[in-house]
């Protein structure tokens, strides 16, 4: 890796006055072609983007075109990717995108520090300096004042407070939320690959340091990073991280899992940024496997007001084996209490969905029942979905669209439901889930399934998560698929890409068939974030959920072999045991005394059921105040 020290505005002057700029007439036609055959016919969420914010991306793309053929002197490249940047970002949905050429996809622009939004005392609202970058041998030292926990009020002139906003709507965030958040993000990182170029060479901030000292003025200049791409690490090749057999089932926004690496390098982020844990009393960190820590940077154990819980921080769903991280995660939460567990999802950009939906049965007794997924009808996607095996489900659904004039397909589930069910409930303790507005795709569908599922309480530092609801496909797999390389040629000129929301996302439940794409999954709480939180590890937030926590209920239901064909089953908190043998009932139910220390029973199977039976599983009910029974714990032996 290189890292190199320069204006934005100068880096990339240069960088388009290199091989890799330059484009012909050519190679620009080529590009607006491929990208209004995407839009036109597979971009999934084209009808309701033309209704929500009254656009039209076909005819700008077609303005561009006509533009590039007749402009004395040429259209400057730096304009032409600008506005091709512009059409997509207008689209507001971050799945679906224009990937600038090398060298500007292995290139991020950033300032030395990062910003984040909190709430003071009397609720105004803050900008905080939560990340300085060490200075580097030769460098000259930051002004001392300007520290961890400065406040940011001013940016080259202006309040903060409405750079931010400003920002924010030239960010493709699909509600208000995740626009903010996308706006503050990238005012000090910008992706090069997908973010508008800076047009300053540097910013003057004005920020309050310690309290008793004047407001002072500080300057920074744009700085380039550089990766080398054939290391493979741009993030337009992100997903391939995820299973090579699965990459049809990403759900990501490339451009923040990019910046999350780029911050994760230059500031040493991770595992600093979750609370305070301890593990069994020994150090923090001593429970997380090395492979698994970018995915779980932080597990332990936090002390609250309200007792001891089990903590997870879960920064990605982008892996590259699905089976292997289950379970991990299983082996991480069955070593936490069982009292409670906060399950800290901020800032995850998606990955591999089918990761993200198999792991919320592991917190729930209730069978999960996944997100559906809609192609948009055009024949280009019934000519897809009759040529591949893998989306024929769809086949005809998308072929009835021809007499019926939907829209839509029907929605289907991206694997088979017993897929979403075949490890079954491995935390039975009380969950919250905590979110923010950075929170996309197959986090988006996580948490509308933990809702779905009334797994737990959703906390939110933002209102909502971040709306991206549909499963993206890159350029390379869409030429693959399609083989038409009139329409979509193996190889964009100049290594472009692009990235299509190709099937949108539908919730299940009581949210039956409600849109994930801007409108997120709202948050059951909010949590406004204070400056004890960014400077002391999400002190009141752990605090917050703790509370939560506290008024959950606490269950067990544990089983195993004991002598012969005896099954000895531990419980706890529970008024009826219900048994299975293969999902066939085996017995009247097994009523227990409630009680908040359990008890354990025992009972014989017999020689022939033990020799033919591959599985048991127990269901564990609690009368509720209305007097139904209610499924609240669940769990599975091998026989």
């Known amino acids: 890796m290189t890292r190199r020290k320069q204006s934005a505005s100068r880096a990339t002057d240069r960088v388009v006055a290199s091989q890799a700029g330059n484009l012909s007439p050519t190679e620009r036609k080529e590009l607006i072609a491929c990208a209004l055959e995407l839009i036109e016919t597979l971009y999934v969420h084209l009808p309701l983007k033309r209704s929500m914010y009254a656009?039209?991306?076909?005819?700008?793309?077609?303005?561009?075109?006509?533009?590039?053929?007749?402009?004395?002197?040429?259209?400057?490249?730096?304009?032409?990717?600008?506005?091709?940047?512009?059409?997509?970002?207008?689209?507001?949905?971050?799945?679906?995108?224009?990937?600038?050429?090398?060298?500007?996809?292995?290139?991020?622009?950033?300032?030395?520090?990062?910003?984040?939004?909190?709430?003071?005392?009397?609720?105004?609202?803050?900008?905080?300096?939560?990340?300085?970058?060490?200075?580097?041998?030769?460098?000259?030292?930051?002004?001392?004042?300007?520290?961890?926990g400065s406040i940011v009020t001013h940016w080259n002139g202006t309040p903060i407070r409405r750079v931010v906003a400003a920002n924010a709507e030239r960010e493709a965030g699909s509600n208000p939320a995740a626009r903010l958040a996308q706006g503050l993000t990238a005012l000090t990182i910008r992706w090069l690959g997908q973010s508008l170029l800076p047009d300053e060479e540097w910013v003057d901030l004005r920020f309050l340091p310690q309290p008793g000292k004047e407001p002072k003025t500080i300057r920074f200049g744009w700085q380039v990073f550089q990766r080398q791409p054939e290391a493979g690490l741009a993030a337009a090749t992100a997903i391939a991280r995820a299973q090579r057999e699965n990459i049809w089932a990403v759900g990501m926004d490339a451009r923040s899992e990019s910046e999350r690496q780029i911050r994760r390098y230059l500031f040493e982020e991770g595992r600093q940024q979750g609370p305070r844990v301890k593990h069994f009393g020994e150090n923090a960190e001593s429970s997380i496997s090395d492979w698994a820590r970018e995915v779980f940077p932080t597990c332990g154990i936090v002390r609250t007001s309200s007792g001891l819980f089990g903590y997870v921080r879960l920064a990605t769903f982008n892996v590259e084996d699905e089976q292997r991280y289950i379970e991990e995660f299983i082996r991480i939460v069955s070593e936490l209490p069982q009292d409670g567990l906060i399950l800290d999802v901020r800032g995850n950009g998606g990955g591999l969905i089918t990761f993200g939906e198999r792991?919320?049965?592991?917190?729930?007794?209730r069978p999960i029942d996944p997100a559906r997924f809609s192609f948009l009808n055009s024949a280009r996607?019934?000519?897809?979905?009759?040529?591949?095996?893998?989306?024929?489900?769809?086949?005809?659904?998308?072929?009835?669209?021809?007499?019926?004039?939907?829209e839509y397909s029907q929605g289907f589930p991206l694997e088979p439901i017993a897929n979403?069910?075949?490890?079954?409930?491995k935390y039975q303790g009380p969950v919250v889930l905590v979110i923010d507005a950075l929170c996309y795709s197959t986090t988006d569908i996580f948490a509308a399934g933990f809702q779905d599922h009334e797994i737990g309480i959703i906390l939110g530092v933002d209102e909502t998560t971040g709306a991206g609801g549909a499963n993206v496909w890159e350029y390379p797999l869409i030429a693959d698929l399609v083989r038409d390389p009139q329409c979509f040629p193996p190889q964009l000129p100049k290594q472009a890409s692009f990235r299509v929301a190709v099937r949108r996302v539908t919730r299940v439940g009581e949210n039956s068939g409600v849109l994930l794409e801007d409108l997120g999954v709202k948050a059951d709480e909010l949590h406004r974030l204070t400056p004890r939180d960014l400077l002391q590890r999400n002190l009141d937030l752990i605090e917050h959920a703790g509370k939560i926590l506290k008024k959950g209920q606490v269950q067990l239901l544990g089983a195993e072999k004991s002598t012969g064909e005896r099954i000895r089953v531990r419980y706890q908190n529970l008024d009826r045991i219900d048994v299975y043998l293969d999902d066939r009932p085996l017995r009247g139910?097994?009523?227990?005394?409630?009680?908040?220390?359990?008890?354990?029973?025992?009972?014989?199977?017999?020689?022939?059921?033990?020799?033919?039976?591959?599985?048991?599983?127990?269901?564990?009910f609690r009368s509720n105040p209305e007097g139904r029974d209610e499924l609240v714990a669940a769990t599975r032996l091998a026989l």
């Open 55 to 148: 656009i039209n991306p076909l005819q700008r793309l077609k303005l561009l075109r006509r533009r590039s053929e007749v402009a004395t002197p040429p259209l400057p490249d730096r304009d032409f990717f600008n506005e091709l940047l512009s059409i997509f970002c207008q689209l507001r949905d971050l799945h679906t995108s224009f990937e600038m050429p090398e060298p500007f996809r292995s290139s991020t622009a950033y300032l030395p520090f990062r910003l984040e939004r909190c709430f003071g005392a009397a609720e105004e609202e803050l900008f905080l300096v939560t990340h300085i970058m060490a200075t580097q041998p030769g460098e000259v030292p930051v002004d001392p004042d300007f520290q961890l």
């Open 359 to 365: 792991l919320l049965q592991l917190l729930t007794p």
């Open 381 to 406: 996607t019934q000519a897809l979905t009759a040529k591949h095996d893998f989306i024929g489900a769809w086949r005809d659904s998308i072929a009835q669209s021809i007499e019926t004039g939907t």
């Open 420 to 425: 979403y069910n075949d490890l079954g409930q």
């Open 589 to 620: 139910s097994i009523k227990v005394r409630r009680a908040a220390k359990g008890g354990a029973k025992s009972f014989s199977l017999g020689r022939k059921v033990v020799h033919s039976a591959r599985e048991l599983r127990l269901e564990g």
